[in-house]
């Protein structure tokens, strides 16, 4: 009735009905109640379980990454703990090579100088039996010149000429 009037341009006052108000004031009222108990009620305990969900997810996420942050600094200092290790095996590696080192220079030294030792023996021994040698020709000549010298009386020219003969003599025999 109140919209036919406005449209149909009628200069009717319009009154208050308390009544209508009254009504929909109830029936409002009636509704908030019926939403709290039936919708408010249950979406707030949705909420509310959202809401523990959300923070539980975070407190979660947070241990989550508090725990990766000290696996993270547990394997530096692994890795860190490896790197001095690592390093300590090198130096040790490294002077065990020295020591090697100074010991197989140390065993060279002394077998060169066992083989120079026995090499100057060995020349001594071939020296003493070469000078041996070089005696007991000297004296078959000796004696065997003697002899040829005993058998003829000879001039000095003569004498030269068989001591010549003899030394070459001795030169093809060897």
Known sequence: MLTSSLVLGAAETVHFNGGDVLFQLIMFLILLALLKKFAWKPLMGIMTKREEHIANEINTAEASRLEAKKLLEEQRAVLNQARQEA??????AKKQGDVQREEIIIVARTEADRIKDTAKREIEQEKEKAVATIREQVASLSV???????????TAQDQDKLISEYIQEAGEER
Do not use: F, Q, R
Request: cysteine-free; hydrophobic content about 55%; glycine content about 0%.
């Open 144 to 154: 065997l010149i003697a002899s040829k010298v005993i058998e003829k009386e000879l």
């Open 87 to 92: 390093h300590s095996l090198i130096e040790a």
